[in-house]
């Protein structure tokens, strides 16, 4: 069992930089794969970015590449989402997910969720 706690989110100017933290319990977090994921409302669940439990592959939405870096400390049990050059099309309630093996970028290959937090950026 993994539990995950979203921190980090708030409202930003447009062009400003936000660092989103998910904090993970379990002595296992080294072993699992995490992902950020968000949702804007009105629509569906979307894919971020994602971190081996190694750090050594990472996957990044082309939304967000060049932007936002994905990074983990596993001594810590946490991962990380910088977000810089925020536009207001990233508003969103982002989520960080976890799971066992290989990193995936489909919401459906995780198996443990956090309880978002939310992003607002305005012009």
């Known amino acids: 069992q993994v539990q995950l706690v979203e921190s980090g989110g708030g409202l930003v100017q447009a062009g400003g930089s936000l660092r989103l933290s998910c904090a993970a319990s379990g002595r296992t977090f080294s072993m699992y794969g995490m992902g950020w994921f968000r949702q804007a409302p009105g629509k569906e669940r979307e894919f971020v970015a994602a971190?081996?439990?190694?750090?050594?592959?990472?996957y990044y939405a082309n939304s967000v590449k060049g932007r936002f870096t994905i990074s983990r400390d596993n001594a810590k049990n946490t991962v990380y989402l910088q977000m810089n050059s925020l536009k207001s099309e990233d508003t969103a309630v982002y989520y960080c997910?976890?799971?066992?093996?290989?990193?995936?970028?489909?919401?459906?290959?995780?198996?443990?969720w956090g309880q978002g937090t939310q992003v607002t950026v305005f012009s």
């Open positions: 997910a976890a799971k066992l093996g290989r990193i995936g970028t489909r919401s459906e290959d995780y198996d443990y």
């Open positions: 971190i081996m439990w190694s750090g050594g592959t990472i």
